[in-house]
């Protein structure tokens, strides 16, 4: 038919048994419907696709709920306002055999960029780094921004990606739902920059498949005019950090590399070892976390009769 519909509900239950000024228990959850138009069988438009996504987000969190000083949110879908925002709202374009792929409208950065698993629920391990301690500016889902995107598939292994989006705080409003819940475009202040990512992937393929990215981004807004006033960065889901005498900054960057690894083929399907390490660097001006390291494995099909479970584990410094 061309058309796609899908609705997908998940939860998450979180408690401490340690740490914190209190024990107690958090639920969260984010209920999502996702609409994709194939527009070459509906229309003619070879390559052509339009798509939108609606997120709902619902519950608390138990960093605050707990006392928990933590700067990574631990159940990680909580965050961005319980509302309905509109987290994609884009036309996508596939052009020379599909060797270049455009994409244009209302995107989340990390949709497009970075680590792209969300396999654990605390969220120092999950989804994409830059964005969870850069959120101030670099919006991961469900937080959505106009932007274009362009994939250059270099080699069926290699890949070149660069985006440009509109650096504007506004984006994250919980208040005015014609930029959250609707395609609306913020005022230019604050605002007044663009926030441009640029990414290498690697993808070897064969039994031992992974995923390699190696990525930079500037954004060129001042942290002033064109960032939160009086912050530094906003920890997802709980607020800002006062800013330190940040004054009137420009030129915000930071590096990355997120590496997915096949380690061993143990089935005939996914089953076997796979790694991760994700490492991000900031700007250490204008940061109040310029730095995230992550690493974990996992392994598929540890018990024969749950041949596509998975049983994880993961590291990362104190933060």
């Given at each position: 038919m061309?058309?796609?519909?899908?609705?997908t509900?998940?939860?998450?239950?979180?408690?401490?048994?340690?740490?914190?000024?209190?024990?107690?228990?958090?639920?969260?959850?984010?209920?999502?419907?996702?609409?994709?138009?194939?527009?070459?069988?509906?229309?003619?438009?070879?390559?052509?696709?339009?798509?939108?996504?609606?997120?709902?987000?619902?519950?608390?969190?138990?960093?605050?709920?707990?006392?928990?000083?933590?700067?990574?949110?631990?159940?990680?879908?909580?965050?961005?306002?319980?509302?309905?925002?509109?987290?994609?709202?884009?036309?996508?374009?596939?052009?020379?055999?599909d060797?270049?792929?455009?994409?244009?409208?209302?995107?989340?950065?990390?949709?497009?960029f970075?680590?792209?698993?969300?396999?654990?629920?605390?969220?120092?391990f999950?989804?994409?780094?830059?964005?969870?301690?850069?959120?101030?500016?670099?919006?991961?889902?469900?937080?959505?921004?106009?932007?274009?995107?362009a994939?250059?598939?270099?080699?069926?292994?290699?890949?070149?990606?660069?985006?440009?989006?509109?650096?504007?705080?506004?984006?994250?409003?919980?208040?005015?739902?014609?930029?959250?819940?609707?395609?609306?475009?913020?005022?230019?202040?604050?605002?007044?920059?663009?926030?441009?990512?640029?990414?290498?992937?690697?993808?070897?393929?064969?039994?031992?498949?992974?995923?390699?990215?190696?990525?930079?981004?500037?954004?060129?807004?001042?942290?002033?005019?064109?960032?939160?006033?009086?912050?530094?960065?906003?920890?997802?889901?709980?607020?800002?950090?006062?800013?330190?005498?940040?004054?009137?900054?420009?030129?915000?960057?930071?590096?990355?590399?997120?590496?997915?690894?096949?380690?061993?083929?143990?089935?005939?399907?996914?089953?076997?070892?796979?790694?991760?390490l994700?490492t991000?660097?900031?700007?250490?001006?204008?940061?109040?976390?310029?730095?995230?390291?992550?690493?974990?494995?996992?392994?598929?099909?540890?018990?024969?009769?749950?041949?596509?479970?998975e049983?994880?584990?993961?590291?990362?410094?104190?933060?």
């Amino acid at each position: 038919m061309g058309i796609s519909l899908a609705l997908t509900l998940g939860d998450e239950a979180v408690t401490n048994v340690s740490g914190g000024s209190r024990k107690t228990s958090a639920n969260a959850g984010q209920l999502w419907f996702e609409a994709k138009f194939d527009m070459e069988k509906l229309a003619g438009i070879k390559g052509g696709m339009f798509a939108f996504t609606y997120v709902d987000r619902f519950g608390d969190n138990l960093n605050t709920e707990a006392g928990i000083p933590a700067l990574q949110l631990t159940n990680e879908v909580f965050g961005r306002g319980n509302i309905v925002r509109l987290t994609e709202f884009y036309w996508q374009q596939k052009l020379f055999d599909d060797r270049l792929v455009l994409k244009g409208g209302r995107l989340p950065v990390g949709s497009d960029f970075f680590f792209g698993l969300c396999e654990f629920i605390n969220l120092t391990f999950c989804g994409g780094q830059p964005g969870n301690i850069q959120g101030g500016y670099i919006f991961n889902w469900p937080v959505s921004q106009w932007g274009g995107v362009a994939h250059y598939n270099i080699t069926k292994e290699l890949q070149l990606s660069v985006g440009v989006y509109d650096a504007n705080p506004q984006y994250l409003t919980t208040s005015d739902a014609g930029i959250y819940a609707a395609p609306g475009i913020p005022s230019s202040r604050p605002g007044a920059g663009v926030l441009v990512p640029v990414e290498l992937v690697y993808a070897p393929s064969g039994p031992l498949n992974g995923t390699w990215r190696f990525g930079g981004w500037y954004d060129n807004a001042s942290t002033i005019d064109g960032g939160l006033p009086g912050i530094i960065t906003v920890i997802p889901g709980v607020g800002g950090v006062p800013d330190q005498n940040l004054g009137d900054q420009r030129g915000r960057f930071g590096v990355y590399e997120s590496i997915l690894q096949r380690l061993t083929v143990e089935g005939p399907k996914a089953q076997g070892w796979y790694t991760f390490l994700n490492t991000t660097v900031a700007d250490h001006r204008t940061a109040f976390q310029d730095y995230q390291i992550a690493w974990g494995v996992k392994h598929t099909g540890t018990f024969s009769f749950r041949p596509d479970d998975e049983v994880g584990f993961a590291w990362a410094p104190p933060t």
